[in-house]
């Protein structure tokens, strides 16, 4: 008995909710790497349009969802009492989507992952502007920096800025505001329930769009198209649930190694070579954004501590 309890192994720990947000969002970014790199692989050496590469992705990544809706318990996925939200969360996700895939054509990988980090800072202006939300020096002076990463990185009057570029931030404001949405809907409804009623609304938006451009895809063709929405629908799984998981706090920081993966497939597979630019200002920009997070979550900790109890 005694050299039983010796050997005995110790129970498994539980990993902590943050450590599972953090795995989450690190998985979430290496699939929107490899996503991306096959969007541009399938314009450029395909000759798709992004629109109609876009539509396979969410037509056939609902297609892959479909199968959690069997039976009396799948259909729990559907019931929901915020579908204004979630409307919402889906006409901004099919605007960000399109903007995205097509500046992912024109910009190079690296690029397009830097610039896509003012997201957040976006979502900070829409809050003050919209919500009426208080500008302190501090995020003020953070706000700052974090645009001027962005002019780091586009450099006008150095570098021609066209289209690519503007479709890219389009996306990332459209996203901001989406994010906030997601934030809001996480506290009631699961990572699958927003994921199905997304694919939902932008199938059909997308389709849309793509018909001037429709090219039927060869079979190798759909093998790619069915792999970059296996890829997408698995990332925004993981991204939603790691909201769920974490506070933005712990999953910040994590979220930058987008850069490194998307500036690794961009120089591997397409010889893109991002130059010193684009790291320093997507540095400044992720540094800025990091801080705005951790700025206010402090101050909603205190606000929290120092509030009378009823």
């Known amino acids: ?44 050496n395909h000759h798709h349009h992004p629109f109609e590469v876009a539509f396979f992705r969410n037509a056939l990544g609902l297609v892959m969802l479909l199968p959690m809706l069997a039976g009396k318990a799948g259909l729990v996925h559907l019931r929901t009492g915020r579908l204004g939200p979630l409307v919402w969360r889906g006409l901004l996700s099919a605007v960000s989507m399109m903007c995205y895939f097509y500046g992912v054509s024109l910009v190079p990988l ?53 289209l690519g570029y503007f479709l890219i931030l389009g996306s990332a404001i459209s996203w901001s505001v989406s994010m906030i949405i997601i934030k809001v809907l996480t506290r009631t409804e699961s990572a699958i329930t927003q994921s199905l009623y997304t694919l939902i609304m932008l199938t059909p938006i997308t389709g849309i769009a793509a018909l001037p451009y429709w090219k039927m895809p060869n079979l190798v063709e759909l093998g790619w198209m069915v792999l970059m929405a296996g890829l997408g629908t698995a990332a925004q799984l993981a991204f939603t649930e790691a909201f769920k998981l974490s506070d933005l706090t712990a999953l910040l920081p994590m979220d930058f190694t987008k850069l490194i993966w998307t500036a690794m497939v961009g120089y591997l597979f397409f010889a893109q070579t991002p130059d010193i630019w684009v790291f320093l200002g997507g540095a400044v920009i992720f540094a800025s954004t990091t801080y705005i997070a951790l700025r206010e979550a402090q101050i ?11």
């Open 110 to 162: 690296a690029e397009v992952t830097a610039l896509s980090f003012m997201g957040p800072l976006f979502a900070t202006v829409i809050a003050i502007l919209i919500l009426g939300e208080r500008i302190r020096l501090r995020r003020t002076l953070a706000l700052i920096v974090g645009f001027s990463g962005a002019l780091i990185i586009l450099r006008p009057g150095f570098n021609e800025i066209g």
């Open 1 to 44: 008995m005694t050299t039983e309890v010796l050997t005995a192994k110790p129970p498994r720990q539980p990993i902590s909710r943050n450590l599972k947000g953090i795995l989450l969002i690190l998985a979430s970014g290496l699939a929107v790497s490899c996503m991306s790199g096959i969007i541009l692989y399938l314009v450029k």
């Open 300 to 310: 909603r900790r205190d606000a929290v501590i120092e509030a009378p109890v009823a």
